[in-house]
């Protein structure tokens, strides 16, 4: 593991809460029962939803939400002209080489994934034994390497509801084993059979062997790999499938055993279904919190699932058939071909690191091993990149050697979107609103990914969906390409405003703080021995990651470099809130609060330093946030862009921000918003040097300060101050106040015509003077193409004035830093 020094600030606000956190009962901002305790949703999600019970409960449909695109119309497989599964396989997803994803993912992206993906959705095999087996291609040489043309993946077609099928107005519906909410079944099942046998029924806990891991399957109840005792046994059917999946259930089951120990202690008058029910309440929250306010961003990019607005009935949480089927099947793509296993001071365990596709079934191994060393690996490590790539570790030898049991993930994938009937690619982005592409150069701008693609498809109307979307170049800012984004942003939304026990709908006080507080590395280190976790463990140790505490007071943060280390200081108290090595920080993370006016200040010493995958920062949903950005003290070069700036080649994207200030510092600068559209108020402050400022599309404020400047309002209604030097000012098309400063300055306007009946007055600039200077101002009359000059003063300003407007620009600087 890379050194890596977090805060003292940070780790001692995760030792403080692991040792002193009280737990509390649930607090509802409306007693929905009338008892002192929350209301206890049921096992199987029935009447999670007043007016229709069964929403997002056991065996509901997938929701159909793209066209149904069965060959036959009614339940044969789509897409019975395209190419095999496995040959599309082989041209478009193999991958030959580790391409570990560029925006610093752990392994935990893809273990938390797994982990909530069985929380939400199972579809079963058939009852019926129906086939859809897969052709293989001949010669293929894993799966035919003799060469006979004959040989098959074997694949049974999906458990589906009956009563659907029939014709071309009813097609086959799939449906869902388990609850469709977030509601911890993964931990605790989805039927009472299964959650009784998990249960000790003494003090609230659930049922552990030695280690404190899993229980095992001594009830043979059904289980993914057979219904032996050597397997263990935990709410989802899937638990043993490999051993990092296995050791984040069994973090769960100590965190509710933790808990339920708090709650007896507190609540001595409490009974074993009183501990139980409150503590699976507690954990359900937790898992809520975690994944909305950490690994969604961290997939998605910030701000792509809007503000919680409270529970909607009419909201139907249920999986969509495309989600479950197909877009959230990326996490096939992030797998790591080996797990790492390290000690908490990073050297590599005694037991060894293990390659994915021997961590298969294999519950010895945390027998032998423990859960720790997997834990800490897992945060050290970065996930493969979401691509069309995946690994052979699950496209050849998944559950044994292939003729042994081996088994193609990615022909899985695209076989059982065809037995569901998947619309394609293009079909679903027009399902869900987007536009039809009409080339394969469209989809990706890696032109071997547009030749695989070409090689198994005959146009972009017939690619499987799951392929597309892992093909599609990614949107700025996240892991997921445009139509994969929409999908997931549209299941999550759902589920979480379709659950009456959401735990924003549920919790209040200090309950609500303390669930959205709690961090998965919070959870791992207060159950484990694992220690020096970075505080989110979904980016690797050298992001420098912090979250603006959402603790009611202001914040005005400035990052620094300062004696080699980055430091992120709250410019009111004057305190560092996290700090780390300079040398370790390869992107710098900074989160801002949803409805509260964060103010950040990113230090010219960052941009001098050239972190080497830049600064992120977003400003939460709300009013009245800004980001201040500072050049270095040299001949700067700063592009402006709806989603970052660059200073000098180093990218800072923002999001999320009312307001963005823009500092040239000295030196001769180039500053420049290219007339682009931006979502925010531009404010450019040349400094001292003789500048090129350009502004935006819109109302902005550019101001050249000191030096010979050059500015350039654009279109919008500009302020624009040339301050003290020569300077040449042009406001270009709007309502523009042009200031030219001391000096002999040539201001431009435009003399167009006025606008329409309702506005009376000329669309005409207003020109004016902070002192007398030799202004030469220019109305540029575009009808006639020629230059009107006049002179507004010929009065030169005395040392007085301009000592007097130097002072006015270093407050106007000041004012800047203490109130945007």
């Avoid at 823009?662 to 925010?680: F, H, K, Q, T």
């Amino acid at each position: 593991m890379s050194p890596w020094n977090q805060s003292a600030r940070c780790q001692r606000r995760r030792k403080t809460f692991a040792r002193n956190n009280t737990i509390e009962s649930c607090e509802q901002r409306v007693l929905l029962s009338g008892s002192p305790m929350i209301e206890i949703a049921n096992i199987d999600g029935t009447g999670n939803n007043l007016i229709n019970p069964e929403l997002g409960s056991v065996g509901e449909q997938l929701l159909r939400l793209t066209t149904p695109e069965y060959s036959d119309g009614i339940s044969s497989l789509a897409g019975d002209e395209r190419a095999s599964a496995r040959e599309v396989s082989n041209a478009v997803v193999s991958q030959t080489e580790s391409i570990t994803n560029d925006r610093h993912l752990t392994d935990y992206i893809w273990i938390w994934g797994q982990f909530i993906d069985h929380d939400i959705d199972l579809t079963d095999g058939g009852e019926l034994g129906e086939q859809a087996n897969i052709a293989v291609p001949t010669g293929d040489p894993y799966f035919d390497p003799d060469g006979s043309g004959t040989e098959l993946i074997e694949l049974t077609r999906s458990q589906f509801d009956e009563t659907t099928g029939t014709d071309s107005g009813n097609p086959r519906q799939q449906t869902n084993s388990i609850t469709a909410f977030l509601d911890g079944s993964v931990i605790y099942g989805s039927d009472e059979e299964r959650a009784a046998a998990l249960r000790t029924f003494s003090g609230g806990k659930l049922k552990t062997s030695d280690g404190d891991l899993l229980p095992f399957n001594e009830e043979g109840l059904p289980n993914a790999g057979g219904t032996s005792s050597s397997l263990f046994l935990a709410g989802d059917v899937r638990a043993n499938e490999n051993i990092a999946l296995t050791s984040m259930q069994t973090l769960w089951v100590r965190e509710h055993n933790r808990i339920a120990d708090e709650l007896a202690q507190q609540h001595p008058d409490w009974n074993d279904e009183e501990i139980y029910q409150q503590a699976r309440s507690i954990v359900r929250a937790e898992l809520q919190a975690i994944t909305y306010n950490e690994f969604l961003p961290a997939l998605l990019g910030q701000g792509a699932i809007d503000d919680y607005s409270g529970y909607d009935a009419s909201v139907n949480p249920g999986i969509a058939n495309v989600f479950s089927t197909a877009a959230y099947r990326l996490g096939h793509s992030l797998l790591s071909p080996e797990l790492l296993r390290l000690n908490s001071d990073g050297s590599v365990a005694d037991e060894g690191s293990i390659a994915l596709q021997n961590a298969f079934f294999r519950p010895d191994q945390l027998v032998a091993t423990g859960i720790d060393s997997l834990l800490q690996g897992a945060g050290a490590q970065l996930a493969q990149e979401l691509d069309n790539f995946v690994i052979d570790d699950v496209r050849n030898f998944l559950f044994g050697p292939p003729g042994s049991g081996g088994f193609d993930l990615a022909s899985l994938n695209i076989q059982r979107g065809r037995d569901h009937g998947l619309a394609d690619y293009n079909q679903t982005r027009v399902d869900f609103g987007l536009s039809a592409v009409t080339s394969f150069e469209e989809i990706s701008s890696n032109p071997d990914v547009v030749a695989a693609l070409m090689s198994v498809y005959d146009s972009v109307d017939e690619i499987d969906v799951w392929v597309g979307m892992l093909a599609e170049d990614h949107v700025s800012g996240s892991s997921v390409g445009e139509l994969m984004q929409v999908v997931l942003v549209d299941q999550f939304t759902r589920l979480r405003d379709g659950d009456r026990f959401w735990y924003q709908n549920l919790l209040g006080g200090q309950a609500l703080k303390r669930v959205e507080q709690t961090t998965l590395a919070d959870v791992i280190e207060r159950n484990s021995n694992v220690e020096n976790l970075q505080s989110n463990v979904f980016y690797d140790p050298s992001v420098l990651y912090f979250k603006v505490p959402d603790n009611g007071q202001q914040y005005s943060l400035h990052v620094r470099v300062d004696r080699g280390d980055v430091e992120i200081m709250d410019r009111f108290s004057r305190r560092v809130l996290a700090s780390q090595s300079a040398e370790t920080v390869e992107q710098i993370i900074i989160v801002g609060r949803d409805g509260q006016q964060d103010r950040i200040f990113i230090d010219n010493s960052v941009n001098q330093k050239q972190v080497a995958d830049g600064v992120v920062a977003w400003g939460g949903h709300g009013v009245g946030d800004s980001l201040s950005v500072s050049g270095t003290n040299r001949n700067d070069r700063i592009e402006i862009q709806s989603d970052q700036v660059e200073v000098n080649g180093q990218s800072l994207k923002y999001a999320g921000f009312e307001k963005l200030n823009v500092l040239g510092g000295r030196g001769n600068d180039r500053i420049s918003a290219g007339g682009r559209e931006l979502n925010v108020t531009l404010n450019i402050y040349g400094g001292h040097g003789n500048d090129h400022i350009v502004g935006s599309a819109g109302n902005d404020q550019l101001f050249g300060q000191k030096g010979n400047d050059r500015i350039f309002g654009l279109a919008g209604n500009d302020r624009i101050e040339g301050g003290s030097g020569n300077d040449f000012l042009s406001g270009g098309e709007g309502h523009d106040r042009i200031k030219g400063g001391p000096g002999n300055d040539r201001i431009q306007q435009d003399d167009r015509k006025p606008a329409k009946k309702n506005h009376p007055k000329p669309n005409i600039d207003r020109v004016g003077s902070v002192v007398p200077s030799n202004d030469n101002v220019m109305n540029y009359d575009t009808k006639n193409k020629e230059k009107k000059c006049q002179t507004t003063s010929s009065q030169q300003p005395s040392s007085q004035m301009l000592e007097r407007f130097e002072k006015l620009g270093a407050a106007m600087l000041k004012n800047l830093f203490q109130h945007t």
